[in-house]
């Protein structure tokens, strides 16, 4: 079972930029599909940005396309989101998400460890 811990948010004006950090527990890190789930008040749990246990693949929300980033540090334990041209919509709370497929998916369902979620906060 991994353990997930988001840090990093914040709030920044329209524009700007912010690195959201997950920090998984040890050993059974690599092995996990990450993602980045976001949720804004009223509203459901979506989709950002997801990428498999080696970096290789990447994929992302039409929304965030081009703006945010996804990466992995195995030796760390940690999985990053960049997020940068802040949109006000980008405000959210954003959760950091383990799933075992190999494959990835956008659905909630595909992943069974969760983190606590960070609060992003985008001002006009």
């Known amino acids: 079972q991994v353990q997930l811990v988001e840090s990093g948010g914040g709030l920044v004006q329209a524009g700007g930029s912010l690195r959201l950090s997950c920090a998984g527990s040890?050993?059974?890190?690599?092995?996990?599909?990450m993602a980045w789930f976001r949720q804004a008040p009223g509203k459901e749990r979506d989709f950002v940005a997801a990428?498999?246990?080696?970096?290789?693949?990447?994929y992302y929300a039409d929304s965030v396309k081009g703006r945010f980033t996804i990466s992995r540090d195995n030796g760390r334990y940690t999985v990053y989101l960049q997020m940068n041209s802040l949109k006000p919509e980008d405000t959210a709370v954003y959760y950091c998400?383990?799933?075992?497929?190999?494959?990835?998916?956008?659905?909630?369902?595909?992943?069974?460890?969760w983190g606590q979620g960070t609060q992003v906060t985008i001002s006009s």
């Open positions: 040890e050993r059974p890190f690599p092995r996990y599909t």
């Open positions: 998400a383990a799933g075992t497929a190999s494959v990835i998916d956008v659905r909630t369902t595909a992943y069974g460890f």
């Open positions: 990428i498999n246990w080696s970096g290789g693949s990447t």
